[in-house]
């Protein structure tokens, strides 16, 4: 729905299609997998998970707020965000050129950005709330 809005109104705007998308939903910039001592996969623990697509719109503007730094061009927004951020269902705009240098600290969900297109699955063996976690084996992704 954003694309044809944008379109109307005069914004230079383009869907993007991105496939074994990651939902990072712990704002680690990695999918997350937990299993118990016997292998198991642990369910209530598993929140993140890879889309097998996901698709978004970024729109063309400067970014004269994002300074230091060249950070105007593409900016990528969501109209269907699953997650919250700053307490309200929004994602962007996030400029493309800051998640593309892994700026992850600038506003607008350039960390959410970051992990839908550049997160490893890294897999996990829960013991316990007093038991470290231990890294099992991480899958680069890309």
Known sequence: MCFPVCRAIGIPCR????????HDTQNSLTVDYFVNEEG????????DSIWNFHVWNEVWMDRPDLLPGDYGGWQAIDATPQELSEDMFRCGPASV?????????RPYDNAFVFSEVNADKVFWRYAGPTQPLKLLRKDVLG
């Open 40 to 47: 198991e996969t642990m369910e209530e623990l598993n929140n």
């Open 97 to 105: 050129a800051a998640v593309k240098q892994g700026e992850v600290l």
């Open 15 to 22: 869907t993007v299609t991105t496939y074994s998308s990651a």
